[in-house]
Nanobody, 114 residues
């Protein structure tokens, strides 16, 4: 079992940056891929970005070029920084393990004000 706890959500102005963190605990030795998904009201959950232990990065087209994903392997913390945010980035952001994901955090709300 893996436990994931997100933090860092809140209100961000359009054009600003959001920074999220995810602390992983439990059976983390089995984790190769960690990532972020998001879900906006009335929409399906969608992939945002992921990182493997080997450092392979994957991004959704909608966030590529303005998003950084990183992992502190010593402390088991996954981070997401998104720059130049837009109202359409408003969503609940979830930290995940595996691809397709098999563990999910509880989510953290991000609201981008226009």
């Amino acid at each position: 079992q893996v436990q994931l706890v997100e933090s860092g959500g809140g209100l961000v102005q359009t054009g600003g940056s959001l920074r999220l963190s995810c602390a992983a605990s439990g059976s983390i030795f089995s984790i190769n891929v960690m990532g972020w998904y998001r879900q906006a009201p009335g929409k399906q959950r969608e992939f945002v970005a992921s990182i493997t232990n080997g450092g392979r990065l994957t991004f959704a087209d909608s966030v590529r070029g303005r998003t950084i994903i990183s992992k502190d392997r010593k402390n088991n913390i996954l981070s997401l920084q998104m720059n130049d945010v837009r109202p359409e980035d408003s969503a609940v952001y979830y930290c995940t393990t595996g691809e397709p994901p098999f563990s999910w955090g509880q989510g953290t709300q991000v609201t981008v004000s226009s």
